[in-house]
């Protein structure tokens, strides 16, 4: 469904959308010719490799095949060292999206404490980055964090990337917090994330919905990557 709304939204912004799809058994070489070929073709702004790969895959190095200027998912080694030293490059879509929401809601990051759960290099470690940049104070909390309630209650802007269905609630969130929901479960009763949001209506000050908060914000930073990247394409000498 992802890749289906990536793709739709990649023509809808007139681009166009070169789609490979590789057999389940695909070798390792296999995958890393069809990027190369992808990498050497000047028409193609944007390469991302869609992930989770199968098992027999080294997602890692298939991903640094990919040029650092077409790297519209931002998770090369080369985007990620950009982003460590605070320089221009193409960043992570999702944590992107987030930030794009704070300032769309007006939420002031300079000097606020953000609180970050999950550390996995698509979001909870680029999250982290991109609000230090943005001048936060920021805790990246994780599975081995003690007392994970202390640490989330002293967050102004609670950002939850866990991939664990409903794991914040009421005792987690300070009064007058903004909760920002990057996780998505199919459960029976439909979808949800990371965050029981029912139980904060009277907590949080604002909180994203899940579906419809941060997932269409993720796909368009990609539009605006690619758009970037393309721009890169025609203007090397003027990469900002």
Not at 33 to 54: F, K, M, R, T, Y
Not at 107 to 136: F, N
Request: aromatic fraction near 2%; proline fraction near 7%.
């Amino acid at each position: 469904m992802y890749v289906a709304n990536k793709r739709r939204s990649v023509r809808e912004a007139g681009m166009r959308d070169v789609h490979r799809s590789l057999p389940q058994g695909a070798t390792q070489k296999q995958v890393a010719a069809c990027i190369d070929e992808l990498a050497a073709d000047p028409h193609i702004s944007g390469i991302l490799l869609q992930l989770p790969l199968p098992g027999q895959l080294d997602a890692a190095s298939l991903i640094d095949r990919i040029p650092v200027g077409k790297d519209v998912d931002g998770l090369t080694t080369a985007s990620a060292g950009l982003l460590a030293r605070g320089e221009y490059g193409l960043r992570p879509c999702t944590p992107s999206g987030v930030i794009e929401l704070l300032n769309s809601a007006g939420v002031p990051t300079k000097g606020a404490h953000a609180v970050v759960v999950g550390r996995s290099q698509l979001v909870g470690r680029p999250m982290a980055q991109l609000l230090l940049l943005r001048d936060a104070t920021t805790t990246l909390a994780h599975r081995h964090t003690t007392d994970l309630t202390a640490v989330t209650r002293t967050a102004d802007i609670l950002v939850v990337a866990t991939g664990i269905c409903g794991l914040i609630g009421p005792e987690h969130v300070k009064p007058g917090a903004t909760v920002i929901d990057v996780g998505i479960h199919r459960t029976p009763t439909g979808l949800t994330g990371d965050v029981r949001a029912g139980e904060l209506n009277s907590i949080a000050s604002l909180i994203t919905p899940v579906p419809g908060g941060v997932g269409p914000m993720t796909i368009a930073m990609l539009m605006a990557n690619t758009l970037q990247a393309a721009r890169w394409t025609h203007h090397p000498a003027h990469p900002h």
